[in-house]
């Protein structure tokens, strides 16, 4: 069902709900009020049959044969994958814990309502993100499973071609194209929960991508608050690189504050 005043809809199923970007709903067909069943062939996943809406839930299975999927090598936690469907090149993520928790749970969370998923809050700030222009995937789609006083979540965002992480590619980083990069999303109110060197996407074009904003929020960028979103990326940067991730670091560090300045 379309949400009034947002770019997106959603579309239940049991045991949780999926949510597609506006410009997908081309997609779907009309049935009664709003949106709802997917139009198309179905999708046929393990050899079996499925019914329209089970064929869209199996776009966030990475087993769908149909989707080619290849996981990430960089990065994303042993669950993301680089997919191909109807949605066009994209990635799918599905969520998964890091540090000491993981050995409780990996990829389970506790249920506070569909708009306070992992996957439907990255998805709303990333929709917000793209169309203000700002240097972020678009998200397409997102869905939650919920079990008992639990859930997991996935999320699929368009691909940005021909990229690699910034953990790739020191050498040919330009360090204020990064600094400025991080500098629009801090002047938009985001604060990035995990900026680190694979977060941060350039291309040979010398273009730079901010991705992965699980646990991201909008609001007052301090300079306290931006200086910890440095300091986070030093760290990642030290960690991958050494002295040479610390001086590239220092590079964008003094370039950040200079374009803040300006």
Excluded at 201 to 213: E, Q, R, S, T
């Amino acid at each position: 069902m379309r949400n009034p005043g947002n770019h997106w809809f959603d579309m239940p199923f049991k045991g949780g709900a999926m949510r597609f970007s506006s410009h997908l709903e081309g997609m779907f067909k009309p049935e009664g009020h709003g949106v709802s069943a997917p139009a198309g062939p179905v999708v046929n996943v393990s050899g079996s049959q499925l019914d329209q809406t089970s064929s869209w839930v199996a776009l966030f299975d990475p087993a769908n044969s149909a989707l080619h999927a290849r996981p990430v090598q960089s990065g994303g936690r042993q669950s993301a994958w680089f997919i191909e469907g109807p949605m066009g090149s994209a990635l799918l993520r599905h969520y998964r814990r890091g540090g000491l928790v993981a050995k409780i749970s990996k990829n389970h969370y506790l249920w506070q309502g569909a708009r306070r998923t992992r996957a439907f809050a990255e998805f709303s700030l990333l929709d917000a993100m793209f169309r203000q222009g700002l240097p972020v995937p678009r998200p397409l789609a997102a869905a939650y499973w919920k079990h008992g006083f639990t859930y997991r979540a996935a999320i699929i965002v368009a691909r940005i071609p021909d990229v690699v992480p910034l953990a790739d590619c020191l050498d040919m980083a330009d360090p204020v194209a990064v600094a400025a990069a991080v500098l629009k999303i801090h002047d938009a109110g985001v604060w990035h929960a995990d900026l680190n060197a694979f977060n941060i996407l350039l291309n040979a074009g010398g273009h730079v991508w901010v991705i992965d904003f699980d646990r991201g929020e909008s609001r007052h960028m301090s300079r306290a608050l931006r200086q910890a979103n440095l300091q986070r990326l030093r760290r990642s940067m030290v960690k991958v690189a050494a002295e040479q991730g610390e001086r590239f670091w220092q590079s964008v560090n003094l370039a950040y504050w200079q374009l803040a300045a300006a």
